[in-house]
Protein backbone atom coordinates (compact mmCIF):
# COMPACT_ATOMS: atom_id res chain seq x y z
CA UNK A 1 0.00 0.00 0.00
CA UNK A 2 2.87 2.32 0.82
CA UNK A 3 4.35 1.69 -2.32
CA UNK A 4 1.10 2.40 -4.43
CA UNK A 5 0.86 5.62 -2.29
CA UNK A 6 4.48 6.62 -3.06
CA UNK A 7 3.86 5.73 -7.08
CA UNK A 8 0.72 8.04 -6.37
CA UNK A 9 2.62 11.02 -5.00
CA UNK A 10 5.02 10.64 -7.44
CA UNK A 11 2.94 11.12 -10.04
CA UNK A 12 1.18 13.59 -8.70
CA UNK A 13 4.38 15.65 -8.41
CA UNK A 14 5.55 15.08 -11.76
CA UNK A 15 2.15 16.62 -12.94
CA UNK A 16 2.27 19.54 -10.48
CA UNK A 17 5.87 19.72 -12.22
CA UNK A 18 4.97 19.80 -15.67
CA UNK A 19 1.65 22.46 -15.27
CA UNK A 20 4.20 24.29 -13.23
CA UNK A 21 6.69 24.21 -16.55
CA UNK A 22 3.80 25.40 -18.68
CA UNK A 23 2.06 28.31 -17.06
CA UNK A 24 5.30 29.68 -15.27
CA UNK A 25 5.17 32.71 -17.16
CA UNK A 26 2.53 34.12 -16.50
CA UNK A 27 2.99 33.99 -13.20
CA UNK A 28 6.10 35.73 -13.57
CA UNK A 29 4.67 38.14 -15.92
CA UNK A 30 2.13 38.81 -12.60
CA UNK A 31 4.81 39.26 -9.95
CA UNK A 32 7.17 41.29 -12.50
CA UNK A 33 3.96 43.88 -12.86
CA UNK A 34 3.24 43.91 -9.18
CA UNK A 35 7.14 44.55 -7.95
CA UNK A 36 8.13 46.56 -11.14
CA UNK A 37 12.06 45.22 -10.32
CA UNK A 38 12.90 42.43 -13.00
CA UNK A 39 15.59 40.66 -10.35
CA UNK A 40 13.53 41.33 -7.96
CA UNK A 41 10.29 39.30 -9.47
CA UNK A 42 12.79 36.57 -11.12
CA UNK A 43 13.73 35.90 -7.42
CA UNK A 44 10.36 35.83 -5.86
CA UNK A 45 9.04 33.68 -9.01
CA UNK A 46 11.30 31.10 -8.24
CA UNK A 47 10.94 30.98 -5.14
CA UNK A 48 7.48 30.42 -5.08
CA UNK A 49 7.16 27.35 -7.42
CA UNK A 50 10.52 26.33 -4.88
CA UNK A 51 7.98 26.13 -1.97
CA UNK A 52 5.20 25.25 -4.31
CA UNK A 53 6.83 22.19 -5.66
CA UNK A 54 8.24 21.13 -1.92
CA UNK A 55 4.71 21.74 -0.71
CA UNK A 56 5.59 24.24 2.07
CA UNK A 57 4.17 27.24 3.52
CA UNK A 58 1.04 27.50 1.00
CA UNK A 59 -1.24 25.62 2.70
CA UNK A 60 -4.91 26.24 2.19
CA UNK A 61 -4.63 26.27 -1.11
CA UNK A 62 -5.20 22.61 -2.90
CA UNK A 63 -3.51 21.96 -6.51
CA UNK A 64 -5.52 18.87 -7.03
CA UNK A 65 -8.61 20.10 -6.35
CA UNK A 66 -10.77 23.41 -7.92
CA UNK A 67 -9.03 25.53 -11.18
CA UNK A 68 -4.96 25.11 -11.35
CA UNK A 69 -5.52 28.37 -12.95
CA UNK A 70 -7.31 30.18 -9.69
CA UNK A 71 -5.53 28.12 -7.45
CA UNK A 72 -1.96 29.28 -8.44
CA UNK A 73 -2.66 33.23 -8.84
CA UNK A 74 -4.56 33.09 -5.21
CA UNK A 75 -1.20 31.46 -3.54
CA UNK A 76 1.01 33.65 -5.80
CA UNK A 77 -0.68 36.72 -4.40
CA UNK A 78 -0.73 35.20 -0.69
CA UNK A 79 2.64 34.34 -1.15
CA UNK A 80 3.67 37.80 -2.16
CA UNK A 81 1.75 39.63 0.69
CA UNK A 82 2.83 37.45 3.46
CA UNK A 83 6.64 35.61 2.36
CA UNK A 84 8.28 38.27 0.03
CA UNK A 85 10.64 39.14 2.65
CA UNK A 86 11.75 35.62 3.91
CA UNK A 87 12.45 35.00 -0.22
CA UNK A 88 14.88 37.77 -0.92
CA UNK A 89 16.57 37.06 2.99
CA UNK A 90 17.38 32.71 1.06
CA UNK A 91 19.94 32.04 -1.08
CA UNK A 92 18.12 31.19 -3.95
CA UNK A 93 17.62 27.38 -4.64
CA UNK A 94 18.76 27.12 -1.23
CA UNK A 95 18.11 23.12 -1.20
CA UNK A 96 14.78 22.93 -2.42
CA UNK A 97 13.23 21.71 -5.11
CA UNK A 98 14.36 24.17 -8.33
CA UNK A 99 12.28 24.70 -11.43
CA UNK A 100 13.96 25.31 -14.17
CA UNK A 101 12.89 29.04 -15.55
CA UNK A 102 14.35 30.44 -18.52
CA UNK A 103 14.43 34.50 -17.29
CA UNK A 104 15.87 35.48 -20.19
CA UNK A 105 13.43 34.67 -22.63
CA UNK A 106 11.29 35.84 -20.30
CA UNK A 107 12.64 39.38 -19.67
CA UNK A 108 12.94 39.67 -23.37
CA UNK A 109 8.92 38.79 -23.77
CA UNK A 110 7.92 41.09 -20.77
CA UNK A 111 10.07 44.49 -22.77
CA UNK A 112 7.43 43.15 -25.54
CA UNK A 113 3.78 43.23 -23.76
CA UNK A 114 2.18 45.99 -24.95
CA UNK A 115 2.01 49.15 -22.61
CA UNK A 116 -1.55 49.95 -21.57
CA UNK A 117 -3.62 49.49 -18.16
CA UNK A 118 -3.80 46.13 -18.06
CA UNK A 119 -4.08 45.13 -13.85
CA UNK A 120 -1.83 42.35 -12.94
CA UNK A 121 -4.96 39.86 -12.59
CA UNK A 122 -5.59 40.01 -16.07
CA UNK A 123 -2.41 40.27 -17.70
CA UNK A 124 -2.09 36.72 -15.29
CA UNK A 125 -5.21 35.83 -17.61
CA UNK A 126 -3.86 36.71 -20.60
CA UNK A 127 -0.80 34.79 -20.78
CA UNK A 128 -2.33 31.87 -18.93
CA UNK A 129 -4.78 31.69 -22.52
CA UNK A 130 -1.65 32.01 -24.74
CA UNK A 131 0.32 29.76 -22.52
CA UNK A 132 -2.46 27.23 -23.26
CA UNK A 133 -2.90 27.42 -26.78
CA UNK A 134 1.09 27.55 -27.51
CA UNK A 135 1.29 24.28 -25.23
CA UNK A 136 -2.23 22.59 -27.50
CA UNK A 137 -0.37 23.98 -30.78
CA UNK A 138 3.21 22.25 -29.82
CA UNK A 139 1.44 18.68 -29.05
CA UNK A 140 -0.85 19.43 -31.97
CA UNK A 141 2.39 19.96 -34.73
CA UNK A 142 4.08 17.03 -32.72
CA UNK A 143 1.19 14.60 -33.78
CA UNK A 144 1.49 16.00 -37.07
CA UNK A 145 5.58 15.26 -37.25
CA UNK A 146 5.30 12.02 -35.62
CA UNK A 147 2.86 10.52 -39.02
CA UNK A 148 5.73 12.41 -41.31
CA UNK A 149 2.96 15.83 -41.31
CA UNK A 150 4.49 18.68 -40.33
CA UNK A 151 4.72 20.51 -43.24
CA UNK A 152 0.70 20.04 -43.83
CA UNK A 153 0.50 21.48 -40.28
CA UNK A 154 2.70 24.60 -40.92
CA UNK A 155 0.48 25.23 -43.84
CA UNK A 156 -3.15 24.55 -41.91
CA UNK A 157 -2.11 26.30 -38.57
CA UNK A 158 -3.01 29.71 -39.96
CA UNK A 159 -6.53 28.62 -39.62
CA UNK A 160 -6.14 28.18 -36.31
CA UNK A 161 -4.26 30.80 -34.72
CA UNK A 162 -6.24 33.51 -37.51
CA UNK A 163 -2.65 34.55 -38.57
CA UNK A 164 -2.50 34.67 -42.40
CA UNK A 165 -5.02 35.12 -45.15
CA UNK A 166 -4.01 32.15 -47.40
CA UNK A 167 -7.42 31.14 -48.98
CA UNK A 168 -8.62 27.14 -49.00
CA UNK A 169 -7.16 27.13 -52.37
CA UNK A 170 -4.15 29.10 -52.22
CA UNK A 171 -3.22 26.26 -49.36
CA UNK A 172 -4.06 23.40 -51.66
CA UNK A 173 -2.36 24.74 -54.82
CA UNK A 174 1.07 24.78 -52.30
CA UNK A 175 0.07 21.48 -50.79
CA UNK A 176 -1.24 19.64 -53.86
CA UNK A 177 -4.57 18.86 -53.26
CA UNK A 178 -7.59 19.99 -53.78
CA UNK A 179 -9.68 22.84 -52.31
CA UNK A 180 -12.46 20.27 -50.89
CA UNK A 181 -9.51 17.58 -49.33
CA UNK A 182 -7.94 21.45 -47.59
CA UNK A 183 -11.31 22.02 -46.55
CA UNK A 184 -12.04 18.31 -44.83
CA UNK A 185 -7.86 18.55 -43.52
CA UNK A 186 -8.74 22.28 -41.24
CA UNK A 187 -12.30 20.61 -40.44
CA UNK A 188 -10.44 17.86 -38.82
CA UNK A 189 -7.54 19.86 -37.59
CA UNK A 190 -10.02 22.72 -35.68
CA UNK A 191 -11.74 19.02 -33.91
CA UNK A 192 -8.97 18.00 -33.14
CA UNK A 193 -7.53 21.10 -31.82
CA UNK A 194 -10.45 21.40 -29.43
CA UNK A 195 -10.22 18.08 -28.37
CA UNK A 196 -6.52 18.93 -27.22
CA UNK A 197 -7.76 22.50 -25.64
CA UNK A 198 -10.46 20.14 -23.94
CA UNK A 199 -7.94 17.74 -22.61
CA UNK A 200 -5.43 20.29 -21.89
CA UNK A 201 -7.89 22.35 -19.46
CA UNK A 202 -9.07 19.14 -17.58
CA UNK A 203 -5.78 18.79 -16.40
CA UNK A 204 -6.04 21.72 -14.58
CA UNK A 205 -9.64 21.59 -13.05
CA UNK A 206 -11.43 19.12 -10.53
CA UNK A 207 -14.81 18.43 -12.70
CA UNK A 208 -16.52 18.49 -16.18
CA UNK A 209 -18.14 21.36 -15.08
CA UNK A 210 -15.40 23.42 -14.23
CA UNK A 211 -13.97 22.37 -17.60
CA UNK A 212 -16.74 24.22 -19.56
CA UNK A 213 -16.07 27.21 -17.54
CA UNK A 214 -12.52 27.33 -18.25
CA UNK A 215 -13.11 26.64 -21.98
CA UNK A 216 -15.75 29.79 -21.80
CA UNK A 217 -12.95 32.06 -19.38
CA UNK A 218 -10.10 31.22 -21.89
CA UNK A 219 -12.16 32.54 -25.21
CA UNK A 220 -13.53 35.75 -23.02
CA UNK A 221 -10.24 36.34 -22.18
CA UNK A 222 -8.52 36.02 -25.70
CA UNK A 223 -11.48 38.21 -27.03
CA UNK A 224 -10.35 40.90 -24.78
CA UNK A 225 -13.72 40.29 -23.00
CA UNK A 226 -12.21 39.65 -19.67
CA UNK A 227 -12.37 40.82 -16.09
CA UNK A 228 -10.68 40.34 -12.51
CA UNK A 229 -13.28 37.72 -12.13
CA UNK A 230 -11.22 34.01 -11.40
Known amino acids: MAAGVDRQTDASSRALETLCQ ?9 VRHRVGNEHEAQDLTQAFFERLLENQTLAGADPDRGRFRAFLLT ?6 ANEWHKANTQK ?6 VLSLDFDAATTRYSMEPADN ?3 EILFEQQWAIALIDSVLLQLRQEFADRGSED ?3 QLK ?9 SYAAIAEVTGTTEGATKVAV ?3 RTRFREMIRSEIA ?12 IRRLFEVMSGKGDNSL
Do not use: I, K, M, N
Open 187 to 189: YRL
Open 152 to 154: QFE
Open 75 to 80: ACDRFL
Open 118 to 120: LTA
Open 158 to 166: SFLTGAGTA
Open 22 to 30: TYWYPLYAF
Open 203 to 214: QTVDSPDDVEDE
Open 92 to 97: RGGGLH
